[in-house]
C-alpha cells in the first residue's frame, strides 16, 4: 500500500492556523490525496523537529511564526525570493533528498490587497508595523510595488532599523519609533504585521494615523486580526481587511509547488469565512486595541 504524503505546518503558536482546514479543502477540491497537520514546535526545537518530519518520509511544510528566519537556515537550498529575504515560509523536499526554501508572503499579500482588497500600492505612503520574519518580506514587496514612502515601526526599534537598514532604499524607506507613532503623518496604507493579536496582547495606536482614504491590512486571521481591524474601523479608516486572503494565496502557492493544480481560491476563501474562521467559544478573545 503507497503512504499518503504527509505535509505539515509548524510554528509556535500554532493554534489558531487554519492552514490543516485549507490544504483539506483544496485536497477536496483537487482530488489529491494528502494527510496535512499542524505541530507546535518551539525556538529550541524547530530545526531537530522539522528535520525529524522529512527524515520520516515529509513532503512539505509551510512554516509560520516565529521560525521564518530558522526555516531558512534549515534548508539545503532556495528560490531567489528567499535568498534575498533571508526568510521562508514554505519547505519542500526534493527528489534528491534537499530541503528546499521558498517565501511567497509578499506574493501572496499583494496579490490579496490588489484582487480582494482592490488597493494598489503604487505610489501610497505605508507604514508597517512590525520586523519580523513576515514584516520582512512585506517591506520588499511594498518597494517592489513602488510605494512612494515606507515606515517601518517595531516593538523592538532596533529591528525597525535593521529592517529598514537591509531594504537599501533610504530614498524611500524611513522608521519610527513605536512610542513616537503620534508624531507622524497620516498613511495611505497601514500593514498591521505584529503577532500581538495571537498572542493575546495589546497597545495602543494613534488614530492620527489616519486620514479619510486610509487603508488598513491586517496579516492575522479570525480573532486575532480583530483588535486591529476594529481599532481601524473606529479610527476613521476607509476600509479594513483580515489576512485570510493573504493565507488563501500562500496556500494555494504551497499546494500548487506540491500538488502540481491550482485550487479554486475564492471557494475555499468563501468556505473558511463561512465556517471555522470563528474561534471556538472557550478561545480568549484578545482585548481591544485602545484608540489613542
Ligand atoms: P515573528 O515572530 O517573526 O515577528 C513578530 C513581530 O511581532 C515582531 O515584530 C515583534 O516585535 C512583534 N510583536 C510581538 N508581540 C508584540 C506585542 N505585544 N506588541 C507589539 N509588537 C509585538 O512573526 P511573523 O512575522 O512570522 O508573523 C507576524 C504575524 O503575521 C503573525 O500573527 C502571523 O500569524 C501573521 N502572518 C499571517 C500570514 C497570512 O498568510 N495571513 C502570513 C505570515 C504571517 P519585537 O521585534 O519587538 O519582538
Known amino acids: 500500500m503507497t503512504a499518503v504524503p504527509r505535509y505539515a505546518v509548524f510554528g509556535h503558536p500554532i493554534a489558531h492556523s487554519l492552514s490543516p482546514r485549507l490544504h483539506a479543502i483544496f485536497a477536496a477540491q483537487t482530488g489529491a490525496t494528502l494527510e496535512y497537520t499542524a505541530t507546535d514546535a518551539t525556538p529550541e526545537a524547530f ?64 496579490a490579496d490587497l490588489r484582487g480582494r482588497c482592490d488597493f494598489d500600492p503604487r505610489d501610497c505612503e505605508a507604514l508597517l508595523l512590525g520586523a519580523g520574519g513576515a514584516a520582512r518580506a512585506i517591506a520588499f514587496a511594498l518597494l517592489d510595488a513602488d510605494v512612494r514612502k515606507l515606515v517601518v515601526a517595531n516593538r523592538t526599534f532596533e529591528r525597525a532599523q535593521a529592517l529598514a537598514g537591509a531594504l537599501d532604499d533610504s530614498a524611500r524607506t524611513g522608521v519610527s519609533r ?68 493573504m493565507l488563501v494565496e500562500t496556500a494555494a502557492a504551497s499546494f500548487e509547488r506540491w500538488h502540481g493544480v491550482r485550487p479554486d481560491l475564492d471557494a475555499a476563501l468563501r468556505s473558511l469565512r463561512d465556517g471555522s474562521v470563528h474561534p471556538p467559544a472557550a478561545a480568549p478573545r484578545p482585548p481591544s486595541f485602545r484608540r489613542g
Open 47 to 110: 530545526a531537530d523537529v522539522v528535520r525529524g518530519f522529512f527524515d520520516l518520509g515529509g513532503r512539505g511544510a509551510n512554516v509560520t511564526l516565529p521560525h521564518k528566519a530558522a526555516a531558512f537556515a534549515l534548508a539545503d537550498v532556495c528560490t531567489d525570493p528567499a535568498r534575498r529575504l533571508g526568510v521562508a515560509n514554505v519547505l519542500t523536499l526534493l527528489p534528491d533528498g534537499r530541503i528546499e526554501a521558498d517565501s511567497n508572503d509578499g506574493a501572496g499579500m499583494l
Open 178 to 245: 513605536w512610542e513616537a507613532l503620534d508624531q507622524c503623518d497620516a498613511f495611505d496604507l497601514i500593514v498591521h504585521a505584529t503577532s500581538a493579536g495571537v498572542q493575546h496582547a495589546t497597545f495602543a495606536l494613534p488614530t492620527s494615523l489616519v486620514h479619510a482614504r486610509t487603508v488598513a491590512y491586517d496579516l492575522s486571521y479570525g480573532a486575532a486580526a480583530r483588535p486591529f481591524v476594529d481599532w481601524a474601523r473606529g479610527a476613521g479608516c476607509a476600509a479594513a481587511f483580515d489576512g485570510l486572503g
